[in-house]
């Protein structure tokens, strides 16, 4: 076991950052900025942003910046800030080239069930993080961590991101963070991706951040060990996920009253 995942197997830590890769400004200005302010409350902070985004709505929706381009500059931030990375694969040829920049190597939601892209994740040794998909119950995922372990790796985070609730909707049910700390892996809330209203906006996703707090709030209390944000200086020009991203301005006050919570409840 790495000393990361031990890290984030005794505290409360966050999994943060723009939702896609705009451009290398954005990224800096954004891990900076969170980077100080997780280093301030003592929080174990992981930078996140995706070099494509393979799953959008429309073919003509930003993807990101490209692998090559993506991975630069990850490793710059990782570099600079002395910060683990996180971002997510689709596709099984992306990991080798991805290891030896990625700290946590996440798996899409949708893709959570895709066996050969868990199992070779979990041959580098990495950290891998997946996202339970909208279509699972909590207990479902047992089988995906069954999947990882039985490929030599221990190092598994599970994240709860909501489940489809009729069409363009998600509900979360608070009960699959217990259900999914029973397999002995931390369990992240995905706080921004839970309040996304898929295909909403018809060509794209459309969200409602008014309710990002209050299901983080109640995801801590329930006993998540971190929450994943989509962050951004100015979400109503964000080029993905902007309806359900928080405001950069705002995460300090979110990351001290989450905080709290944590410590109450442990």
């Given at each position: 076991?790495?000393?990361?995942?031990?890290?984030?197997?005794?505290?409360?830590?966050?999994i943060?950052?723009?939702?896609?890769?705009?451009?290398?400004?954005?990224?800096?200005?954004?891990?900076?900025k969170?980077?100080?302010?997780?280093?301030?409350?003592?929080?174990?902070?992981?930078?996140?942003?995706?070099?494509?985004?393979?799953?959008?709505?429309?073919?003509?929706?930003?993807?990101?910046?490209?692998?090559?381009?993506?991975?630069?500059?990850?490793?710059?931030?990782?570099?600079?800030?002395?910060?683990?990375?996180?971002?997510?694969i689709?596709?099984?040829?992306?990991?080798?080239?991805?290891?030896?920049?990625?700290?946590?190597?996440?798996?899409?939601?949708?893709?959570?069930?895709?066996?050969?892209?868990?199992?070779?994740s979990?041959?580098?040794?990495?950290?891998?993080?997946?996202?339970?998909?909208?279509?699972?119950?909590?207990?479902?995922?047992?089988?995906?961590?069954?999947?990882?372990?039985?490929?030599?790796?221990?190092?598994?985070?599970?994240t709860?991101?909501?489940?489809?609730?009729?069409?363009?909707?998600?509900?979360?049910?608070?009960?699959?963070?217990?259900?999914?700390?029973?397999?002995?892996?931390?369990?992240?809330?995905?706080?921004?991706?839970?309040?996304?209203?898929?295909?909403?906006?018809?060509?794209?996703?459309?969200?409602?951040?008014?309710?990002?707090f209050?299901?983080?709030?109640?995801?801590?209390?329930?006993g998540?060990?971190?929450?994943?944000?989509?962050?951004?200086p100015?979400?109503?020009?964000?080029?993905?996920?902007g309806?359900?991203?928080?405001?950069?301005?705002?995460?300090?006050?979110?990351?001290e009253?989450?905080?709290?919570?944590?410590?109450?409840?442990?």
């Amino acid at each position: 076991m790495n000393n990361l995942y031990q890290i984030l197997k005794e505290n409360f830590f966050i999994i943060a950052g723009p939702c896609v890769i705009e451009s290398k400004d954005i990224c800096f200005e954004v891990a900076e900025k969170l980077d100080s302010i997780c280093k301030n409350l003592k929080i174990p902070y992981i930078f996140k942003s995706s070099f494509d985004k393979a799953n959008r709505s429309s073919v003509n929706s930003f993807r990101g910046i490209g692998i090559s381009k993506g991975l630069q500059i990850l490793d710059q931030i990782k570099s600079q800030f002395s910060i683990p990375i996180t971002s997510d694969i689709h596709e099984n040829w992306q990991i080798d080239e991805c290891k030896d920049v990625l700290d946590i190597i996440q798996i899409p939601a949708f893709l959570s069930r895709q066996t050969d892209l868990l199992v070779n994740s979990a041959k580098t040794g990495k950290i891998v993080n997946v996202k339970k998909g909208q279509f699972l119950s909590g207990y479902d995922t047992q089988n995906i961590v069954n999947k990882i372990k039985q490929s030599n790796n221990n190092q598994i985070i599970l994240t709860e991101r909501g489940n489809s609730f009729g069409y363009n909707n998600l509900v979360v049910d608070m009960r699959n963070i217990k259900i999914m700390r029973q397999f002995n892996t931390p369990v992240v809330f995905d706080a921004t991706h839970s309040v996304q209203l898929p295909g909403g906006y018809g060509k794209s996703s459309s969200g409602d951040r008014d309710f990002v707090f209050t299901l983080a709030k109640a995801a801590v209390a329930a006993g998540a060990d971190g929450i994943f944000m989509e962050v951004h200086p100015d979400p109503e020009k964000a080029l993905c996920d902007g309806p359900n991203s928080i405001y950069l301005k705002d995460f300090q006050s979110i990351a001290e009253k989450l905080l709290q919570i944590y410590n109450i409840v442990k």
